[in-house]
């Protein structure tokens, strides 16, 4: 069976990976036994450790040119080929990448989430099925302040002024256009049970053979 790759995209804190962890769990009491993959975008911001810890925490983490989106794409055409892939573990403690590696093998459901997936071609072009969370700016940046605060080493400041010179302009430049290229718009956050119900139908017509790329 040729996997469905799904990518779920839209603004940091806006809910994605809270989408995706429903939806698998959704697939799995519909379908037991099936397998999915889940890929974070966040897992393939370049390597910085030859950078200073000073200039790193410079670096503009919402603009494109931050990720290795040609290694994400490499991984997404070998798990559709049906080979294993190392995804990159990225320590934001640190800002650069850990050591460690994670094996991701090929399944059935692969789903990817992340800001910038439908912003680039080559990108989305490999996704059979796009979606984008949409949630307002303010709650983002209240469940980002929450979320760096408690699990990153994050302070207020720092987060308030990144949001202040990166996330908000590049969510306007970069982010917010690509919700053109999804295939559905999800509002109400990642607990959006009827779109939760309509991505299970669309990937349960699929595992059981019914769907085609």
Sequence with gaps: MTPCIIAIAGPSGSGKSLFA???VQAVRQAIPGLSLSVIAEDAYYRDQSS???AQR???NYDHPDALEQALLCEHLKAL???RPVAVPVYDYARHTRSPQ???VAPAPVILVEGILLLADPDLRGLFDIRFYV???LDLCLLRRIERDMATRGRTLESITRQ???SVRPMYHEFIRPSARHADMVITG???NSVAVDVVRRLVQTHAQGDGSR
């Design 101 to 103: 590696t994670r094996e």
């Design 21 to 23: 962890q429903t939806l």
């Design 57 to 59: 925490e410079q670096v």
């Design 163 to 165: 949001y202040e010179q």
């Design 189 to 191: 956050g990642g607990r």
């Design 134 to 136: 949409d949630t307002p």
């Design 51 to 53: 950078l200073p810890p």
């Design 80 to 82: 559709r080929a049906g």
